[in-house]
């Protein structure tokens, strides 16, 4: 997939950062935001991106619709209402960048048990496996995805 979108929004391939279409240039193929584009050379950008691995591929933006139980530790805590996408690849499910503060509010103490990761892009994510949905009576986004 060459054009990862999220939330309507569009990735720029170099540095992750999403964008409207519209503000999106393509360089030899790849789409870039306005501040990586023309930053390179065609020939250092394809040097660059076929070093990445891993391209990133996600769903669309989810919201958990109904009662979904996570581990932080030993507490137990509903991301009902909560958005997220599936990260295709890594099959995690990551919680939208923008819930981070809503989540540490709700969460309160209990938010030092969360493990802030950074993804590829080096921007911080909540990114949570299948084991962690502790609940097996509940939603399980991951499942849920790769079995539909
Ligand atoms: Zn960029």
Same mark, same amino acid.
């Given at each position: 997939?060459?054009?990862?979108?999220?939330?309507?929004?569009?990735? $720029?391939?170099?540095?992750?950062? #999403?964008?409207?279409?519209?503000?999106?240039?393509?360089?030899?193929?790849?789409?870039? $935001?306005?501040? $990586?584009?023309?930053?390179?050379?065609?020939?250092?950008?394809?040097?660059?991106?076929?070093?990445?691995?891993?391209?990133?591929?996600?769903?669309?933006?989810?919201?958990?619709?109904?009662?979904?139980? !996570?581990? =932080?530790?030993?507490?137990? =805590?509903?991301?009902?209402?909560? #958005?997220?996408?599936?990260?295709?690849?890594?099959?995690?499910?990551?919680?939208?960048?923008?819930?981070?503060?809503?989540?540490?509010?709700?969460?309160?103490?209990?938010?030092?048990?969360? !493990?802030?990761?950074?993804?590829?892009?080096?921007?911080?994510?909540?990114?949570?496996?299948?084991?962690? =949905?502790?609940?097996?009576? &509940?939603?399980?986004? !991951? &499942?849920?995805?790769?079995?539909?």
């Amino acid at each position: 997939m060459n054009n990862p979108t999220m939330n309507g929004k569009w990735l $720029c391939q170099l540095c992750g950062k #999403r964008e409207d279409e519209r503000a999106i240039q393509e360089q030899c193929g790849f789409n870039l $935001c306005l501040s $990586c584009d023309g930053k390179h050379t065609d020939e250092e950008l394809k040097d660059k991106l076929s070093s990445m691995t891993k391209v990133r591929e996600v769903s669309l933006s989810l919201t958990f619709e109904q009662d979904t139980i !996570i581990g =932080f530790n030993r507490n137990e =805590f509903n991301l009902k209402g909560y #958005r997220y996408y599936i990260d295709i690849k890594d099959e995690t499910c990551v919680l939208e960048q923008d819930e981070m503060p809503r989540l540490k509010a709700e969460l309160g103490e209990g938010w030092r048990d969360v !493990i802030v990761e950074k993804d590829w892009f080096g921007q911080e994510v909540i990114a949570f496996s299948k084991e962690d =949905f502790i609940n097996t009576e &509940t939603f399980n986004p !991951i &499942t849920a995805y790769f079995e539909e």
